[in-house]
C-alpha cells in the first residue's frame, strides 16, 4: 500500500532560523508527484512546492526548498529565514495510480518571535 | 476570481439525515474530488471524477456517494450520516489531476453528526 510518513507531530523554530521537516514515502510507481501543502488556522489548504520524481533538480519556491532523495524516498521540506506567518499545519503528499493522492499526518510548526 | 466553493461551511446534523454537502468550481477544471481530514490521520481521499459523468472511489468511499452531472459541481452526498463521518471535509479541483498543475482547495466544510 501507498504511504507518506510524516515522523515529526510538531516542531519548533525561532524567527529567522531555517528549519527542515522530514517526510517518507512509499510507492512502487515510476512517475509521481509530491507536494507539500500548508495549513494555518484558517484550514485553507495552500500548496507549498511541488515536485515531479522524474525531475533531479529540487523544487524551490522563494524560502521554501525541498531535499528530494529518490531512491531513499524521502522529501523534506526546509524553510529558511522563517516568520511567524508560517506558523502552520504541514501536510506533505505523493500520488499514486496517476489519479489519487495520499496525505501524510501533518507536522505542526511553531514560530517564536 | 477563480475557486472553489463548498456548502454549507457548517453543519450540525443527526444520525441518518441525508445531507449534501456541495462544491463549485469556475475554472472549467476536468479533476474534482473530496477528502475528509482527521486529527492524527490527515487528510484521505473520499472519492474523484476525471470529468463528467465519471467517478472512481478514493481510499474511504464507504458511506459517502457522488454525482458529477455538471463539469463545474461535484457534491458529496452522505446519505445516512453517522458518528463517525464527523469530520472536516475539502473538495478540490484541478485542470487534469496532478500531473498538470496544482489542486485548488475549497475552505473546507466542518461536519458534526450527533
Known amino acids: 500500500a501507498q504511504t507518506v510518513t510524516q515522523s515529526q507531530p510538531e516542531m519548533s523554530v525561532q524567527e529567522a532560523e531555517t528549519v527542515t521537516l522530514s517526510c517518507t514515502y512509499d510507492t512502487s510507481e515510476s512517475d509521481y508527484y509530491l507536494f507539500w501543502y500548508k495549513q494555518p488556522p484558517s484550514r485553507q489548504m495552500i500548496l507549498v512546492i511541488r515536485q515531479e520524481a522524474y525531475k533531479q533538480q529540487n523544487a524551490t519556491e522563494n524560502r521554501f526548498s525541498v531535499n528530494f532523495q529518490k531512491a531513499a524516498k524521502s522529501f523534506s521540506l526546509k524553510i529558511s529565514d522563517s516568520q511567524l506567518g508560517d506558523a502552520a499545519m504541514y501536510f506533505c503528499?505523493?500520488?499514486?495510480?496517476?489519479?489519487?493522492?495520499?496525505f501524510g499526518t501533518g507536522t505542526r510548526l511553531q514560530v517564536f518571535p | 476570481e477563480a475557486q472553489v466553493t463548498q456548502n454549507p461551511r457548517y453543519l450540525i446534523t443527526v444520525t441518518g439525515k441525508k445531507l449534501t454537502v456541495t462544491c463549485s468550481q469556475n475554472m472549467n477544471h476536468e479533476y474534482m474530488s473530496w477528502y475528509r481530514q482527521d486529527p492524527g490521520l490527515g487528510l484521505r481521499q473520499i472519492y474523484y471524477?476525471?470529468?463528467?459523468?465519471?467517478?472512481d472511489k478514493g481510499d474511504v468511499p464507504e458511506g459517502y456517494k457522488v454525482s458529477r452531472k455538471e463539469k463545474r459541481n461535484f457534491p458529496l452526498i452522505l446519505e445516512s450520516p453517522s458518528p463517525n463521518q464527523t469530520s472536516l471535509y475539502f473538495c478540490a479541483s484541478s485542470s487534469a489531476g496532478f500531473s498538470e498543475e496544482t489542486q485548488y482547495f475549497g475552505p473546507g466544510t466542518r461536519l458534526l453528526v450527533l
Open positions: 503528499a505523493c500520488t499514486y495510480n496517476t489519479d489519487k493522492l495520499i
Open positions: 471524477s476525471m470529468n463528467v459523468e465519471v467517478t
